[in-house]
């Protein structure tokens, strides 16, 4: 029945946009209309969220902060846990018999398909085109320090997360900051701060997860399709995400297991050939992103510009600190919450230290930064088509595959973070609405693909930095937790009583 009564939401909302492709003034006149009313509720989002301290936004200097406090606090643990994370993902120390839905490695299969989505493609390119290539510089450095706060914050998402009686997880910062807190004292403070993450969660879910991927990728996918108009992209990519999140995390966890090797690898091949092609230019481009990283050239708001945009895209591409990961996270099967936070640490070094790097060298090596041809496509952000055009230049139907790559990334990351807003949606209304919430998750989808990138890149940003205000709070007052728990564990680890399973 719920098959079914999905089915009739997709062919109810197929009709307009049908009436839509039928009447091409009409057309032109909704969508103009819906980016207007769109564009005004961003800006009224930004002059609330975001302000500025010396330069920086205050968000920017909030995730940090979490990231230098996180990892001095839990002695460099991004760094010493990296061995033990490989180990556990590759199900050494998997146990039959314990809670949970998902294995470890479909737990990060499924986290990684919300992050290594269009921010490393399109969000990478635009960094480099706001901030010039320093900016990348400071994207790697967020990363590196972003592996400790994902590490903190997925293993609160499993020491607090909740069994249901028919085996199905609850789970998240919404769980840690209310019955955490709670523990230490602090439950309104608790309460408050986890209906705050899931009023932004959900945003983040219909923004920076769903209306972006989806603009972002039609960008590329339209480079190699010209004749697809966006409102059928949009209906196409809202069917196919629709049969799939219906399943629940079992499904999302099985279809990400499946493609995040697939894409990941796709999209890694293509770069390292083209890097191959130019490996002498290599060492050249690693110097122009540590110099214009200190000496930015050209690049409005200076060096504090550069530091900026490679912070916001950096959080934006791992989501270190904002704490979705610890959504996914919570459904592994292990009893120990720690185990499971030192999986999650791996996260931020594939998405932003690997990928995004590679992105990065792709786009100054070819030039596509500076080349006066696609100043079109810098100045309007369009950074999968111009991330695309940095893979033309080399070879001439690579767009073909990137918009493959794209159009998976995207995929990937809606159908993960349609789980992240569900278990929001839950944890506000019951479980009893969820189907509301597929419909409005389904009908964001069709917006982002006719909206203005801008439009779409500022509303994403503002809801899933936002996330990071409450999360981050509430993993501060939390901390001392994860740290005797860390210990406790790694003196187990290395006295043999952890003992391998497989």
């Given at each position: 029945?719920?098959?079914?009564?999905?089915?009739?939401v997709l062919?109810?909302?197929?009709?307009?946009?049908?009436?839509?492709?039928?009447?091409?003034?009409?057309?032109?006149?909704?969508m103009?209309?819906?980016?207007?009313?769109?564009?005004?509720?961003v800006?009224?989002i930004?002059?609330?969220?975001?302000?500025?301290?010396?330069?920086?936004?205050?968000?920017?200097?909030?995730?940090?902060?979490?990231g230098v406090?996180?990892?001095?606090?839990?002695?460099?643990?991004?760094?010493?846990?990296?061995?033990?994370?490989?180990?556990?993902?590759?199900?050494?120390?998997?146990?039959?018999?314990?809670?949970?839905?998902?294995?470890?490695?479909?737990?990060?299969?499924?986290?990684l398909?919300?992050?290594?989505?269009?921010?490393?493609?399109?969000?990478?390119?635009?960094a480099?085109?706001?901030?010039?290539?320093?900016?990348?510089f400071?994207?790697?450095?967020?990363?590196?320090?972003?592996?400790?706060?994902?590490?903190?914050?997925?293993?609160?998402?499993?020491?607090?997360?909740i069994?249901?009686?028919?085996?199905t997880?609850?789970?998240?910062?919404?769980?840690?900051?209310?019955?955490?807190?709670?523990?230490?004292?602090?439950?309104?403070?608790?309460?408050?701060?986890?209906?705050?993450?899931?009023?932004?969660?959900?945003?983040?879910?219909?923004?920076?997860?769903?209306?972006?991927?989806?603009?972002?990728?039609?960008?590329?996918?339209?480079?190699?399709?010209?004749?697809?108009?966006?409102?059928?992209?949009?209906?196409?990519?809202m069917?196919?995400?629709?049969?799939?999140?219906?399943?629940?995390?079992?499904?999302?966890?099985?279809?990400?297991g499946?493609?995040?090797?697939?894409?990941?690898?796709?999209?890694?091949?293509?770069?390292m050939?083209?890097?191959?092609?130019?490996?002498?230019?290599?060492?050249?481009?690693?110097?122009?992103?540590?110099s214009?990283?200190?000496?930015?050239?050209a690049?409005?708001?200076?060096?504090?510009?550069?530091?900026?945009?490679?912070?916001?895209?950096s959080?934006?591409?791992?989501?270190?600190?904002?704490?979705?990961?610890?959504?996914?996270?919570s459904?592994?099967?292990?009893?120990?919450?720690?185990?499971?936070?030192?999986?999650?640490?791996?996260?931020?070094?594939?998405?932003?230290?690997?990928?995004?790097?590679?992105?990065?060298?792709?786009?100054?090596?070819?030039?596509?930064?500076?080349?006066?041809?696609?100043?079109?496509?810098?100045a309007g952000?369009?950074?999968?088509?111009?991330?695309?055009?940095?893979?033309?230049?080399?070879?001439?139907?690579?767009?073909?595959?990137?918009?493959?790559?794209?159009?998976?990334?995207?995929?990937?990351?809606?159908?993960?973070?349609?789980?992240?807003?569900?278990r929001?949606?839950?944890?506000?209304?019951?479980?009893?609405s969820?189907?509301?919430?597929?419909?409005?998750?389904?009908?964001?989808?069709?917006?982002?693909?006719?909206?203005?990138?801008?439009?779409?890149?500022?509303?994403?940003?503002?809801?899933?930095?936002?996330?990071?205000?409450?999360?981050?709070?509430?993993?501060?007052?939390?901390?001392?937790?994860?740290?005797?728990?860390?210990?406790?564990?790694?003196?187990?680890?290395?006295?043999?009583?952890?003992?391998?399973?497989?």
């Amino acid at each position: 029945m719920r098959r079914r009564a999905w089915l009739y939401v997709l062919l109810f909302l197929s009709v307009p946009a049908v009436a839509i492709a039928e009447d091409r003034a009409a057309d032109q006149s909704f969508m103009a209309s819906i980016d207007a009313i769109f564009s005004q509720i961003v800006a009224a989002i930004f002059s609330v969220l975001f302000f500025s301290i010396g330069g920086f936004p205050l968000i920017v200097l909030w995730l940090i902060g979490g990231g230098v406090f996180f990892t001095i606090g839990m002695n460099f643990i991004n760094l010493r846990g990296f061995r033990h994370a490989i180990d556990v993902v590759m199900g050494k120390y998997d146990g039959p018999e314990e809670a949970g839905e998902v294995s470890h490695f479909q737990a990060l299969a499924t986290a990684l398909s919300a992050t290594v989505g269009l921010g490393n493609i399109a969000g990478v390119a635009i960094a480099v085109s706001v901030g010039g290539p320093g900016a990348i510089f400071w994207m790697s450095l967020g990363g590196l320090l972003g592996m400790t706060s994902k590490f903190v914050e997925c293993t609160l998402g499993q020491k607090y997360r909740i069994v249901k009686s028919d085996g199905t997880i609850a789970g998240g910062p919404m769980y840690y900051l209310s019955r955490g807190l709670e523990q230490i004292g602090q439950r309104t403070l608790g309460k408050v701060l986890a209906i705050l993450f899931s009023v932004f969660c959900l945003g983040g879910a219909f923004g920076g997860a769903n209306m972006f991927q989806a603009n972002q990728s039609y960008g590329a996918v339209q480079t190699v399709l010209p004749f697809l108009p966006n409102w059928l992209y949009g209906l196409i990519l809202m069917t196919l995400v629709g049969l799939v999140i219906i399943g629940g995390i079992r499904r999302i966890a099985q279809v990400a297991g499946a493609i995040v090797p697939a894409m990941c690898g796709l999209y890694i091949l293509m770069s390292m050939f083209i890097l191959l092609m130019n490996f002498t230019a290599i060492p050249g481009a690693i110097g122009t992103i540590i110099s214009e990283a200190f000496v930015p050239q050209a690049v409005e708001g200076g060096m504090i510009g550069t530091i900026v945009q490679g912070f916001r895209r950096s959080a934006f591409s791992n989501e270190a600190g904002i704490g979705s990961a610890a959504i996914a996270h919570s459904a592994a099967k292990t009893s120990e919450p720690v185990r499971e936070g030192i999986v999650a640490l791996l996260e931020p070094f594939i998405d932003t230290v690997v990928v995004c790097n590679m992105t990065a060298l792709v786009i100054v090596i070819t030039g596509a930064y500076n080349n006066i041809e696609f100043e079109a496509l810098r100045a309007g952000q369009k950074g999968a088509e111009l991330t695309a055009a940095a893979f033309g230049t080399v070879i001439a139907w690579f767009p073909i595959l990137l918009a493959i790559a794209v159009f998976l990334f995207a995929f990937s990351t809606m159908i993960s973070w349609s789980y992240y807003g569900e278990r929001c949606w839950e944890y506000l209304f019951g479980a009893g609405s969820l189907m509301v919430y597929k419909v409005l998750f389904s009908i964001a989808i069709f917006i982002g693909s006719v909206t203005k990138p801008t439009t779409v890149i500022n509303f994403s940003d503002a809801m899933l930095l936002a996330m990071a205000f409450p999360n981050l709070l509430g993993a501060y007052f939390l901390s001392g937790k994860v740290l005797a728990d860390l210990k406790d564990y790694m003196r187990r680890l290395k006295s043999g009583e952890l003992r391998m399973e497989n």
